[in-house]
């Protein structure tokens, strides 16, 4: 039984570790297309930088807020 209870953990841990995985491929997919318009160089521009900042940010905050409207169903 209580490998069970382990095997179900593992797997849980998984699952989440994929969901990350996921979730950041998407934000610097996302984010890339947006905010780099042209050939990058050796160092993002100003405009760049704060654009990919932004871009990560609402990603994660709105993956959060949709975390949690799953958890309160």
Known sequence: ???NAEMQRFIAQEQQ???VGEMVGKLTS???DK???GTPGSKFSSGE????TN???RFLDMSVIIA???EMQ
């Open 35 to 37: 905010c780099i318009t």
């Open 55 to 57: 871009c990560a940010q």
């Open 1 to 3: 039984m209580e490998n």
């Open 68 to 70: 949690k409207r799953f």
């Open 49 to 52: 930088t704060t654009c990919l």
């Open 30 to 32: 996302v984010c890339w």
């Open 17 to 19: 570790k994929a969901m």
